[in-house]
Nanobody
Framework: QVQLMESGGGLVQPGGSLRLSCAPS????????MGWYRQAPGKQRELVADITSGGSTNYADSVKGRFTISRDNAKNTVYLQMNSLKLEDTAVYYC???????????WGRGTQVTVSS
C-alpha cells in the first residue's frame, strides 16, 4: 500500500520561508501529476500548485511569484518552496499524486504550516 509522506511544515514568521517535501512510502512505478493543496480552518481545500512528469507547472494566483513547485521523478518526490509567507498562507498542506493506469489519486495526511508573528 503506497502512502504519501509530507514533511517540512512548521511555524514561521511573516516574510519567512519553508520547504515542503512529499515522497511515497511504498514502491510505485511513476506518478503523472503531483501537487500541493491546502485547507485553512473553515475553508475548502484548494489547489496551491501542481506539476506534471514533464515539468509543466500550475499555480494558484495567490501564490504566484512566491511559491515554487518542483519534483524529482527518479525519487517520485515533489517539493514546494514557499517564500514571502503571509498570514493567509496558514493551513494544512496536503500532497496529492496521481497514477494513470488505473487512474487513482493518492493523498498524504497533511502537514501544518502556521505563519504568525
Amino acid at each position: 500500500q503506497v502512502q504519501l509522506m509530507e514533511s517540512g511544515g512548521g511555524l514561521v514568521q511573516p516574510g519567512g520561508s519553508l520547504r515542503l517535501s512529499c515522497a511515497p512510502s511504498g514502491s510505485i512505478f511513476s506518478f503523472t501529476v503531483m501537487g500541493w493543496y491546502r485547507q485553512a480552518p473553515g475553508k475548502q481545500r484548494e489547489l496551491v500548485a501542481d506539476i506534471t512528469s514533464g515539468g509543466s507547472t500550475n499555480y494558484a494566483d495567490s501564490v504566484k511569484g512566491r511559491f515554487t513547485i518542483s519534483r524529482d521523478n527518479a525519487k517520485n518526490t515533489v517539493y514546494l518552496q514557499m517564500n514571502s509567507l503571509k498570514l493567509e498562507d496558514t493551513a494544512v498542506y496536503y500532497c496529492k499524486a496521481r497514477i494513470s493506469d488505473p487512474r487513482y489519486d493518492y493523498w498524504g495526511r497533511g502537514t501544518q504550516v502556521t505563519v504568525s508573528s
